[in-house]
């Protein structure tokens, strides 16, 4: 009898270990990709990584990303469970279009946050518009960034394509350095303002934002309407006037294989806990906003946070 009671307090034990294991996995470990460490990406990520991990009892760690098509890559491949992207570059992801040669469908959406904004920057005040790039050295963003896209599709809107450049391949800091050193004449950054980079570099030299007007701004979003229009607002550089530009949106993405309860408890902590989320873009979190997104399904953790608030979106 002795030894029947031994192997059933055994076999508790045993199934005891395995649910405290399954639960630690469905608290599942989650690596984050941001953006590079001077975008807004990986400011706010590390601050959204922190708050999940501190009050949704899932671990979160925000890393340092390589674009936002190395990010959906990075998801596919299983290195990271969630990620920055840029709305176009995630709907050529799922489309199999642009920089993706076939179509990657191991993602859903999460929420898009906020809006970031195609900004040109430049510390030649000659050069007020896009048209006034021609001839001369641009940083057009990293090779593997939808910043490049971005920067193809300004110029084509301005009659301009790579060939009426110089181009360099450079990531947010690497831009402004460049620029700080008269190495290059412009560059694209898109990113939600105020960007990290921009405002360390409009403390040492006089900096200005190259407006898109009206007329090519519509020129562009009617042959890309993942754009909208945008302005960014003169105080958030310091600057003597508003500066008209386009837009897109900053997704998180999740792998679908991730749990709907986790992305669910993710999903909400960050929306009910807005007001205490430190860092200017929180200001931006609003679960309307978040759902609007229509190119890719959404995963079925953040469909149900959206359904509490009487929202329906799409699911796969």
Do not use: W
């Amino acid at each position: 009898m002795k030894k029947v009671l031994a192997i059933l307090l055994a076999l508790v034990m045993v199934f005891s270990f395995a649910a405290c294991g399954n639960k630690g996995a469905d608290a599942a470990k989650i690596t984050f990709a941001t953006g590079g460490a001077q975008g807004t990406y990986y400011a706010y990520g590390t601050v959204l990584a922190e708050y999940v991990s501190d009050k949704a009892g899932v671990s979160v760690t925000a890393i340092t990303g390589n674009g936002s098509k190395t990010n959906v890559e990075d998801l596919d491949g299983g290195d990271v469970q969630m990620a920055f992207c840029q709305s176009d570059v995630m709907s050529y992801a799922y489309d199999g279009t642009n920089l993706f040669d076939k179509k990657v469908g191991s993602f859903s959406v999460m929420a898009a946050l906020y809006m970031e904004q195609v900004q040109i920057v430049t510390c030649n005040p000659d050069i007020k518009t896009v048209a006034d790039l021609k001839g001369k050295t641009v940083s057009v963003g990293a090779q593997g960034s939808g910043t490049y896209f971005n920067a193809v599709d300004c110029l084509s809107a301005y009659g301009l394509t790579m060939a009426d450049i110089t181009p360099k391949y450079l990531d947010f800091g690497s831009s402004t350095e460049e620029l700080k050193d008269n190495k290059i004449d412009a560059a694209f950054v898109v990113a939600g303002a105020p960007t990290t980079s921009i405002t360390e570099l409009s403390t040492s030299k006089k900096a200005y934002l190259v407006s898109i007007d009206a007329e090519h701004a519509d020129k562009l979003i009617a042959s890309n309407p993942y754009y909208s229009k945008n302005v960014i607002a003169k105080d958030a550089y310091g600057l003597d006037s508003d500066t008209a530009t386009v837009a897109v949106a900053a997704m998180v993405l999740v792998r679908d294989d991730l749990s709907e309860d986790v992305v669910y408890n993710i999903t909400k902590t960050i929306f009910d806990g807005k007001a205490n989320i430190q860092h200017a873009k929180a200001a931006d979190l609003d679960p309307k906003f978040a759902s609007s997104v229509t190119a890719v399904p959404f995963h079925k953790g953040a469909a149900k946070f959206y359904s509490e608030k009487g929202i329906t979106v799409k699911t796969k």
